[in-house]
């Protein structure tokens, strides 16, 4: 796939000054060994002993999170200097800023994406006795939130070809009990959200998007988290806009946000709610805010976000494309109701038959040798002991029949196939910055991978 010129020097360009004051954490080496040219050990000794990535370097990775001590710098250091920095007007210009991103009337900043989650659910009255549906392909956090308000999480199977939920199998799961559906846009692809929103309406449902992952991915231009009664973001360090630790609701509902400062904030009634149940210390909450230097560094790093959701999505449609030519390679399918994507993490499938039945472990241990950064991903949360052991809580205990709380009929009625395929088999993940190099990086994954679908016999039988 060939570039013009004029993209190339575009890119170059974006990317230069993007990385301006960066350059030490670009010039870091990856903490993996880079084997391509250079005597190799372990697993990759057979294959670069027999079709090394011919003279190739493995490339250097940008380093995450990024930082400009030129252009960051000035309004963190001016902040901190302030004295200020328990929540007050930087807090408030991030949350602007935000909402306008988002394309809706209101933002609030909590301490991280999973108090984002449960904050909004327990302020649309989910708790004790409710029933959430959610996806098993997603981080912890996820069902954790769901927990925490009270309520049970479950599970719908993934769709592997898109990596999120099956809205086929939405239906089949709701009961009398079920008050909320929280869609994760996995990946920072976007899910389904219009086909769940439809569902929700159908059996009155609250909406509440866990776009933890997605920040700018949007559904036909529209942004998701603005399509729910809630969206969900967090802006933890690992995150394409870090702030150390960080979340956000948003919403065109003035009141409910109004409900969801005054519980942020130790219950004390704010705006709509002051009407509502009376000023002051009115009402059930807890303390959530984000502090002044945490929306100093956002406010830094959202100047660069757009510029670099172009990078990521720019190489992952390249590197996607590229992939999609090696057998046993499949990458995410993109809907076409899909118009831009956030790339939190690049997710593929890896078929060991098409490697002559390599086990995923081996070739992500080949993979990481030849210097390119990969993970297995998420395991299967609907089968993890926090469920059993929250169920024999005190409170669950109290809210739940014995039978609601039979853990092997849990499991049994909550069994994702699919799921467990893409976790304990398939799956196959890069991260947000790897998206960030070169072409040419891109295109030394895809020799990296290539040599070892050539030499997968050799590597099997090293093994
Ligand atoms: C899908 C998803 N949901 C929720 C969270 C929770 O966010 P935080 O780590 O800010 O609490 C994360 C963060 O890793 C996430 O990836």
Same mark, same amino acid.
């Given at each position: 796939m060939k570039q013009s010129n004029k993209k190339n020097t575009r890119r170059r360009f974006i990317k230069q000054n993007l990385l301006t004051g960066a350059g030490a954490m670009l010039g870091m080496h990856s903490a993996l060994p880079s084997l391509a040219g250079e005597p190799s050990k372990g697993i990759s000794a057979t294959i670069?002993?027999?079709?090394?990535?011919?003279?190739?370097?493995?490339?250097?990775?940008?380093?995450?999170?990024?930082?400009?001590i030129a252009a960051d710098e000035p309004s963190v250091l001016e902040t901190l200097r302030s004295g200020v920095w328990s929540?007050?007007?930087?807090?408030?210009?991030?949350?602007?800023?935000?909402?306008?991103?988002?394309?809706?009337?209101?933002?609030?900043?909590?301490?991280?994406?999973?108090?984002?989650?449960?904050?909004?659910?327990?302020?649309?009255? +989910?708790?004790?006795?409710? &029933?959430? !549906?959610?996806?098993? %392909?997603?981080?912890?956090?996820?069902?954790? *939130?769901?927990?925490?308000?009270?309520?049970?999480?479950?599970?719908?199977?993934?769709?592997?070809?898109?990596?999120?939920?099956?809205?086929s199998k939405i239906e089949e799961k709701i009961t009398p009990r079920t008050r909320a559906i929280l869609p994760v846009h996995i990946a920072g692809i976007p899910c389904d959200i219009e086909g769940i929103m439809k569902i929700a309406r159908k059996h009155n449902l609250a909406v509440v998007e866990d776009a933890c992952q997605?920040?700018?991915?949007e559904v036909n231009h529209?942004?998701?988290?603005?399509?729910?009664?809630?969206?969900?973001?967090?802006?933890?360090?690992?995150?394409?806009?870090?702030?150390?630790?960080?979340?956000?609701? +948003?919403?065109?509902?003035? &009141?409910? !946000?109004?409900?969801? %400062?005054?519980?942020?904030?130790?219950?004390? *009634?704010?705006?709509?709610m002051i009407a509502k149940y009376g000023a002051g210390m009115s009402m059930a909450g807890t303390k959530l805010r984000?502090?002044?230097?945490?929306?100093?560094?956002?406010?830094?790093?959202?100047?660069?976000?757009?510029?670099?959701?172009?990078?990521?999505?720019?190489?992952?449609?390249?590197?996607?494309s590229r992939l999609e030519t090696i057998p046993g390679i499949i990458p995410y399918k993109l809907h076409n109701y899909i118009t831009r994507v956030s790339f939190h993490l690049f997710p593929f499938r890896y078929k060991k038959e098409s490697f002559k039945g390599?086990?995923?472990?081996?070739?992500?241990?080949?993979?990481?040798?030849?210097?390119?950064?990969?993970?297995s991903g998420y395991s299967t949360l609907n089968t993890q002991p926090f469920l059993a052991n929250t169920f024999q809580s005190k409170n669950f205990k109290k809210m739940y029949s014995p039978q609601q709380l039979d853990i092997a009929r849990y499991q049994e009625r909550n069994r994702c196939p699919q799921n467990d395929i893409l976790c304990n088999e398939e799956a196959v993940w890069f991260t947000q910055n790897i998206l960030l190099g070169s072409r040419a990086d891109m295109d030394y994954i895809v020799s990296a991978i290539e040599k070892i679908h050539k030499n997968a016999e050799k590597l099997k039988k090293s093994l």
């Open positions: 670069t002993a027999t079709a090394p990535v011919s003279g190739q370097q493995s490339p250097q990775w940008p380093k995450w999170p990024m930082w400009d929540r007050a007007k930087i807090v408030e210009q991030f949350e602007a800023a935000w909402a306008e991103t988002i394309g809706l009337k209101r933002c609030l900043t909590t301490v991280n994406g999973t108090n984002a989650l449960i904050c909004a659910l327990a302020n649309l009255d +989910v708790g004790g006795g409710d &029933e959430v !549906i959610i996806p098993p %392909y997603t981080f912890i956090a996820t069902p954790q *939130a769901v927990l925490q308000t009270g309520a049970m999480p479950v599970f719908v199977d993934t769709d592997p070809d898109t990596f999120q939920m099956d809205v997605a920040w700018l991915s529209k942004k998701v988290g603005a399509f729910g009664h809630a969206g969900c973001f967090s802006f933890q360090n690992s995150k394409n806009i870090p702030m150390g630790e960080g979340g956000a609701i +948003v919403s065109d509902d003035e &009141e409910f !946000i109004d409900k969801c %400062y005054s519980y942020h904030n130790y219950g004390i *009634a704010r705006g709509s984000l502090t002044e230097y945490q929306a100093a560094i956002g406010l830094a790093q959202l100047k660069r976000l757009d510029a670099q959701t172009t990078i990521r999505a720019d190489n992952a449609a390249y590197l996607k390599l086990p995923r472990a081996a070739f992500l241990k080949a993979l990481s040798a030849e210097g390119v950064p990969c993970s």
